[in-house]
């Protein structure tokens, strides 16, 4: 797996390549973790290229659900294939995170 | 016959040949006009005196053949201790011999034979003694050819005793020519010195000492035989005798060579005590490597030996553990801090005294080694212990000499730290065997707690069939199912699965299966089950975990199910009058996923009715996520097309065919996520 992190006036893209499982997992999560440290708070997750998502994966975004609440800082994921959507679906996890067809939508969320 | 008995066989026919021919003295000077015929006399003479000779030889061989080798300076000393003994009584024999000469002022012949014989026998004894004794140290780590040499040369030497029967000119030269090649072997067995090579300083200069006194005993001996040739007309005249100084000269020249070889021998015995010493040191490394004493016996064993075989000054041994830091320090003749002064030094010069052997000539030529002026160390060994790359400690040695350290010394430090890593890093991989083995048993209990955890009955109503299907990706897993029956009209089933594998998904499991047990007999709505589920598990949940559940309240009489879906896998309700599926996919969150009050904002209670044959299959995604080879995954459509082609199975067959195609699909029965697989069928 592999992460691309990229500014965008005031939003902070991070892509998501790859498999995200309990290992690579980390790696977003120090991913996130970092954006919130430098005060990102308009994050675009682009999932494009996320082609599985593991329960660890998930659980990296669930674990900031509160910590975004609490900051107000939001976060928005993108280009979310059939696939992966479906597992946010049926944890219910869509109702927690916002998920948008592309880009543009995700930054008319954040904006 | 033991040897034993043959022993004091001929030890007792020695005696008694000596005893007879005594007494054949006696008469032959007390009657010389005796009327047995001369010839014969000295032909019986001649036969005891052989016999004499031969069994006194023939009882020592036995003696001291049996006898076992135990030190070398002990075997001298056993001959110089017959001599001891003997000698004074010769001497006590002389003076009385003279005091009673004197005394009668003339010679007397018996008086004089009776000390002779008596001489003769201890003289005799002495010689046997000696010369066994000296075949054990001839024959100490001999070759094949030294031990047929002296065979030969034994059976000889027997066999020159019946050189009695004959009389001969010693300085003969036909009689040297012929005794030449006897001499000749001789003189080579006197060279087998072998044992010399054996002795420490200490035995050596002892040896020394005892052969010097073994040569003035032989002297003594010798001169007592030619004192009595000269003094008087002896019918035994051992002076004559070639088999008594034959072997009495090779006795003699053996006590010769071995003092010269001896004194040569002391310089450079300081050196082999050393190299002996080495040896030992190794051996004793090497036995605590076979033994299974403590990791900390090989430092000090390496410490001490290697200090004690480069004879160095001080020493110290550092021993890290596997994450770097210190575990084990020790030290001889030097304190940590002056230890901690050299160290700083060397780190100032760059010397890192963890990663290669390091030798420095004199410490005191480096910069910044001003703080060791106090110190008198000057030349330092330092070679680091490894096993496989990974640095266990480091060996410093260090000499008041400077350059003090040969390439001899180096080598056989070398040698010792390589031994003492191998044990080292074997004591270690020992324990963490013992380590694994210890957490292979907790594992397996685990195991056993968590099949306890699952409900072993699963006939909870008469009018519910159910089969169940789990087996866990590692020995321990997150799936979970219960089933509880609140009465005759109300049943629950629940089906979980918690995120992560292996162990901590195994704990989250068990305090699941608390929540559960805690607030079922409750008969709370699923919805709100799940809120109170979720509240519970949100004050002990990981961050980063949480856990999926589907509650199912069922009414086997009204055939009603209501449920809830706390994100977990939808289950399947197989219609059996038309063999439809009916997908339970109401909306629900997961348990965990957000833990403050509004999660009742996000689980519902859906309700449903179902008809006679129906069946409801429950799973986890371990089930739905199997993959093949080529990371496909098993799926929701291959499971609904299986289930509607078998929709007449019972809940046994169903369970089985499904996980059979989906093991048949993956290619193995080993499931890479924990699989749960539970199948009811309404009757």
């Known amino acids: 797996m592999h992460i691309n992190t990229s500014k965008e006036q005031e939003y902070y893209r991070i892509a998501i390549e790859g498999d995200l499982d309990a290992s690579s997992s980390i790696q977003l999560d120090e991913a996130i973790a970092a954006a919130r440290a430098n005060g990102e708070h308009k994050i675009i997750v682009d999932c494009q290229e996320l082609h599985y998502i593991s329960s660890a994966g998930l659980g990296v975004f669930m674990s900031y659900i509160q910590d975004f609440q609490n900051d107000g800082c939001s976060m928005v994921l993108c280009h979310m294939s059939e696939k992966v959507k479906q597992v946010f679906a049926i944890l219910g996890l869509d109702e927690l995170i916002k998920i948008v067809p592309g880009i543009d939508e995700a930054k008319a969320v954040l904006a | ?683």
């Open chain 2, 1 to 683: 016959m033991s040897l034993l008995h043959f022993k004091r066989l001929y030890f007792s026919l020695a005696l008694i040949s000596w005893i007879i021919l005594l007494v054949n003295d006696v008469l032959i000077i007390q009657h010389p006009e005796n009327n047995y015929p001369i010839i014969f006399s000295d032909i019986a003479m001649n036969v005891l005196l052989s016999t004499f000779f031969l069994f006194t030889f023939l009882g020592f061989k036995i003696q001291i053949g049996v006898q076992r080798t135990g030190q070398l300076t002990d075997m001298l000393w056993q001959v110089f201790l017959l001599g001891a003994v003997t000698i004074p009584i010769t001497i006590i024999i002389k003076l009385a011999g003279d005091l009673l000469l004197q005394k009668q002022l003339s010679q007397d012949a018996l008086l004089t034979n009776i000390f002779n014989h008596i001489n003769l026998g201890l003289i005799t004894i002495f010689i046997a003694n000696s010369f066994y004794v000296w075949k054990k140290m001839i024959l100490f780590q001999k070759s094949n050819r030294t031990d047929i040499l002296w065979h030969l040369f034994e059976y000889a030497v027997l066999i020159s005793i019946l050189s009695n029967f004959f009389s001969f000119t010693i300085s003969q030269q036909s009689f040297i020519l012929a005794t030449a090649p006897l001499t000749v072997t001789g003189i080579i067995l006197t060279f087998n010195l072998k044992w010399v090579a054996f002795m420490n300083y200490k035995q050596k200069w002892r040896s020394i000492l005892l052969l010097a006194l073994l040569i003035v005993i032989i002297f003594t001996f010798l001169e007592r035989i030619y004192e009595h040739h000269i003094i008087s007309t002896l019918i035994i005249d051992l002076s004559d005798n070639i088999f008594i100084l034959a072997t009495m000269g090779f006795i003699l020249a053996n006590c010769f060579v071995a003092l010269l070889v001896l004194l040569f021998n002391l310089p450079t015995s300081s050196v082999f005590e050393q190299k002996f010493g080495e040896v030992m040191l190794f051996q004793k490394l090497h036995q605590t490597l076979q033994l299974g004493d403590k990791e900390e016996d090989v430092y000090s064993i390496l410490l001490e030996s290697s200090k004690v075989t480069v004879m160095a000054d001080a020493a110290w041994l550092e021993i890290r553990d596997e994450r770097n830091s210190l575990k084990d320090f020790s030290s001889i003749q030097i304190d940590e801090f002056d230890v901690f002064e050299i160290k700083k030094t060397l780190r100032k010069n760059q010397i890192n005294i963890l990663s290669e052997p390091q030798y420095i000539k004199n410490i005191h030529d480096y910069p910044f080694a001003d703080k060791l002026k106090h110190l008198s160390y000057k030349s330092l060994l330092m070679v680091p212990l490894t096993s496989n790359n990974q640095t266990l400690g480091t060996l410093v040695l260090a000499k008041n000499l400077a350059d003090g350290f040969d390439k001899e010394m180096v080598d056989i430090i070398f040698t010792f730290v390589s031994q003492a890593s191998i044990a080292i890093k074997n004591f270690r991989l020992m324990s963490e065997a013992i380590q694994t083995e210890r957490y292979k048993e907790e594992i397996k209990i685990a195991k056993e707690v968590q099949k306890s955890l699952i409900p072993s009955d699963l006939n909870i109503h008469p009018l519910i069939q159910m089969n169940a299907f789990s087996k866990g990706a590692a020995d321990v897993g997150g799936d979970y199912y219960d089933v509880f029956r609140i009465s005759d009209e109300v049943c629950i089933v629940v089906i979980g699965d918690v995120s992560g594998h292996g162990t901590s998904a195994a704990f989250t499991m068990a305090q699941m299966k608390g929540i559960f047990h805690s607030l079922v007999h409750m008969n709370l709505s699923p919805e709100v089950f799940m809120s109170h589920a979720n509240l519970a598990l949100s004050k002990c949940l990981e961050k980063k975990i949480f856990i999926t559940l589907s509650y199912f309240i069922l009414y086997p009489k009204i055939q009603k199910i209501e449920y809830a879906r706390a994100g977990h896998c939808p289950a399947l309700l197989l219609h059996n009058s038309t063999g439809n599926l009916s997908v339970l996919d109401g909306k629900g969150l997961g348990l965990g996923l957000t833990r403050n009050q509004s999660y009742s904002s996000f689980i519902h209670k859906y309700e449903l009715h179902y008809s006679t044959g129906d069946a409801l299959i429950l799973y986890t995604d371990g089930l739905v996520e199997a993959h093949n080879t080529s990371r496909e995954e098993y799926g929701y459509d291959r499971l609904k097309r299986l289930i509607v082609e078998h929709s007449q199975a019972s809940a046994k067959e169903m369970n089985d065919v499904i996980i059979e195609d989906v093991q048949l699909f993956m290619g193995t029965t080993q499931f890479e996520d924990d699989c749960t697989l539970l199948v009811l069928r309404f009757v």
